[in-house]
């Protein structure tokens, strides 16, 4: 993203515009960007036009407020700035092992897939993916690491089924090479589905409700 409307991003929503429509004046942007009131309309249309923006035009002053593509750009700017102070390649993420519906292993065990991890992450997974419940107060990590690129593993068609595209973020539990997998289109939720080369319940003796440390590479 531009550095003129991250900057132009981050005043908004240092105003409020992150949560709700703030109200707000080209004059009183223009101060707050040091640049005049034509400019700062003239930046106000261009995050309309890049969707980093929705304005509402009131019978008084307009409102503004960052829409949720203008919210994941900030996103990565924070991932960036969080890696150049913390110093850091990855990310811990805590939580609990858990059962799934078992749908992740029928996929993941489809040839398409199958194939793409081998190439793409190193390893043939084990039929079956290792869930894990992130805690509460991690789950917020997860745009962090959605801001990342992660590995594509592409969508196919077989039999005359399609199977989307999957993004692939790598990690490691306990030292064992692994990776989180997110169909594309797809909202996270509190359970991450990971492939590994190995049975990690029976490699690493986990049960349901053990705690578990994930560490993904940023």
């Known amino acids: 993203m531009d550095e003129k409307y991250a900057f132009a991003l981050r005043k908004l ?19 707050a960007l040091e640049m005049s009131q034509q400019s700062a309309s003239k930046r ?3 995050l309309i036009d890049c969707g980093f923006i929705i304005r509402d035009l009131g019978t ?5 407020k960052i829409t949720t593509k203008g919210v994941e750009e900030m996103k990565k ?22 059962s799934g519906m078992g749908e ?6 489809q040839d398409g897939y199958v194939k793409q991890f081998k190439q793409k992450l190193g390893f043939e997974p084990f039929q079956g993916t290792f869930n894990v419940r992130i805690y509460p107060e991690e789950i917020g990590k997860l745009d962090i690491i959605r801001s990342t690129s992660g590995v594509l593993i592409e969508g196919f ?12 973020y790598k990690a490691k539990i306990h ?26 319940r029976r490699t690493l003796s986990l049960s349901d409700g053990d705690r578990i440390d994930v560490k993904v590479s940023l």
């Open 104 to 109: 992740g292993g029928y996929y993941i065990c």
């Open 60 to 64: 008084r002053r307009q409102r503004i």
């Open 13 to 31: 929503a240092l105003m409020g515009a992150l949560d709700d429509y703030v109200s707000i004046s080209s004059r009183e942007l223009g101060e």
């Open 175 to 200: 030292n064992i090479e692994c990776a989180i997998v997110v169909p594309e289109r797809s909202h996270y939720v509190d359970i991450l589905e990971i492939i590994a080369p190995c049975s990690m």
């Open 44 to 46: 106000i249309l261009e």
């Open 77 to 98: 700017e924070y991932a960036e700035y969080r890696r150049i102070f913390e110093r850091t390649d990855h990310l811990n993420i805590r939580g609990e092992v858990a």
């Open 157 to 168: 068609t077989d039999k005359g089924r399609s199977f989307g595209n999957v993004i692939a």
